[in-house]
């Protein structure tokens, strides 16, 4: 129970600039030696010039296979060089929430009022998860539709097995042993997050189940085809994944509430971050950044100049 609940709330966690100055030509050298780098990971990413420096936003997927030939140790080595990271929003989980969750697990679990699956969703929706259930051997009838979506996307597709480094965990690891200033996008309060979980009702997650099913049902070659579509910069190809596209429309990025939260953090903190002198370097998760009206979309539609791979 504990270790499910876990996961679920694991799942929580992706100013105009100054006047123009021109920077020291020794400044400009040390911040492109560090974008060639970067950019020699093979993760995509997109920089934005600033009149005082260089931000670096790394496009950040998870459970990356281990077959996906990208070089972390390049990223980490940028990370050293540069003057400060971003990283994602955290969850501050109290002692407090983990006993709210143990006492109250099944509120998250199960559907509510011993209610069933079928009394959610329409004919056609119950008759395809029905059968995902019997050829999996499982009974979802009971189960919370975003557990069910993420034990189908987990078990089924085993998208989190055998994964390598992912770059949020490569930055923070290098820039934690380089003593780089880290700062995180946000920090979520444990009770904020539980909250928020609880009062979404059943129907709030149908359309993450209906886009999990969509994933299990087009197999699992779509996690290896998403990574590869990552390497190659097809950021499109990435964000129509069957794949990608549950994890997004899956909470806490689909709900309205934190969901657009979260989105607006990222975009003022690069915001602020443009007015720092030096090289900034986030990791920001890939469906923020591309999705239509995210965050690249937002700081293009302030005047910020983006290079980078075509992300629509």
């Not at 929706?125 to 996307?153: N, P, V």
């Not at 657009?260 to 923020?288: C, M, Y």
Request: proline letters at 7%.
């Amino acid at each position: 129970m504990t270790r499910v609940l876990g996961f679920l709330c694991l799942a929580a966690l992706n100013a105009a600039p100054l006047a123009a100055q021109d920077p020291a030509p020794s400044e400009n050298a040390s911040e492109n030696s560090i974008v060639v780098t970067a950019q020699r990971s093979g993760a995509p990413m997109w920089t934005i010039d600033t009149p005082t420096g260089t931000i670096i936003l790394v496009g950040e997927i998870r459970a990356i296979p281990k077959t996906t030939p990208w070089e972390p140790a390049r990223l980490e080595e940028a990370t050293k060089q540069a003057d400060r990271v971003i990283l994602g929003a955290r969850p501050k989980i109290s002692p407090g929430d983990v006993l709210r969750l143990i006492f109250s697990g099944s509120k998250f679990t199960k559907l509510p009022d011993k209610t069933v699956a079928s009394e959610y969703l329409t004919a056609d929706q119950w008759a395809r998860l029905e059968a995902l259930g019997t050829a999996h051997e499982e009974d979802y009838a009971r189960q919370s539709f975003l557990l069910t979506s993420f034990q189908m996307l987990r078990k089924e597709l085993r998208f989190n097995r055998d994964t390598a480094d992912e770059p949020s965990d490569v930055v923070s690891k290098a820039a934690d042993k380089a003593k780089v200033p880290t700062t995180r996008a946000a920090t979520l309060r444990g009770e904020d997050i539980i909250d928020n979980l609880a009062d979404a009702p059943p129907a709030a997650h149908i359309p993450c189940l209906n886009a999990a099913m969509d994933a299990v049902e087009a197999g699992p070659d779509i996690v290896e085809k998403r990574a590869a579509d990552w390497r190659r910069y097809d950021i499109p190809s990435v964000m129509a994944n069957p794949l990608e596209s549950a994890l997004g429309q899956c909470w806490p990025w689909a709900d309205e509430t934190l969901g657009s939260e979260l989105r607006t953090i990222w975009v003022d903190s690069i915001a602020n971050a443009s007015t720092a002198k030096g090289t900034t370097l986030a990791v920001v998760p890939l469906r923020v950044l591309a999705e239509s009206g995210g965050v690249l979309d937002q700081l293009d539609a302030r005047g910020f100049d983006i290079a980078g791979p075509e992300w629509k």
